[in-house]
């Protein structure tokens, strides 16, 4: 993460706080950091230091101008200004990093070969829960090389339960003592 993504997005949460807007801002800041990712060009537009200030804040205001919440929008016109627009995605890492913090929800990400049921997504989410004593956000991924078993990612930390990494595991044991 960088440096102006932590300042700039714990400013932005500091703020929503403040205003009662933790989550209402949480949300359009996720639906905004998806437009942009989606448009790429969009944002190399907002960068762009040759493209006078006002213009590239008034193409802000004619793209989420009565949609998004005004701080917000400030809060953007304020990284196209300073030159930082494209750190929003880690003002966005920031900024959930601290809503999670004070809600007690912690993020994990379930790696399967195949596609996991809905029951068994809330199994593994109850589970975690029981576990953590936290609220878990569940997402679930599919990685066709993931060999049976489940891989969790929580918080940068990987849990793997695959079959791959008990073989693998196996082989160094085995490695080790002969």
Do not use: W
């Amino acid at each position: 993460m960088t440096a102006a993504g932590a300042e700039y997005g714990g400013a932005l949460y500091e703020l929503a706080v403040e205003e009662g807007l933790e989550q209402t801002i949480l949300e359009q800041l996720d639906q905004v950091c998806r437009l942009l990712a989606e448009n790429p060009a969009y944002v190399k537009l907002l960068a762009m230091p040759s493209v006078p200030k006002a213009e590239r804040c008034a193409a802000l205001d004619e793209a989420f101008g009565g949609q998004a919440e005004p701080y917000l929008l400030n809060f953007l016109k304020l990284l196209c200004e300073k030159g930082e627009i494209r750190s929003l995605p880690d003002c966005r890492k920031e900024y959930r990093a601290r809503y999670n913090q004070a809600h007690g929800i912690l993020e994990a990400t379930a790696v399967t070969a195949v596609p996991m049921s809905a029951g068994q997504a809330d199994a593994l989410k109850k589970k975690l829960e029981s576990i953590t004593g936290k609220t878990i956000a569940l997402t679930t991924r599919v990685e066709p090389g993931c060999l049976g078993g489940v891989r969790l990612e929580v918080e940068g930390t990987q849990l793997d339960g695959t079959v791959k990494n008990r073989l693998d595991e196996m082989r160094r044991l085995l490695a080790a003592t002969l």
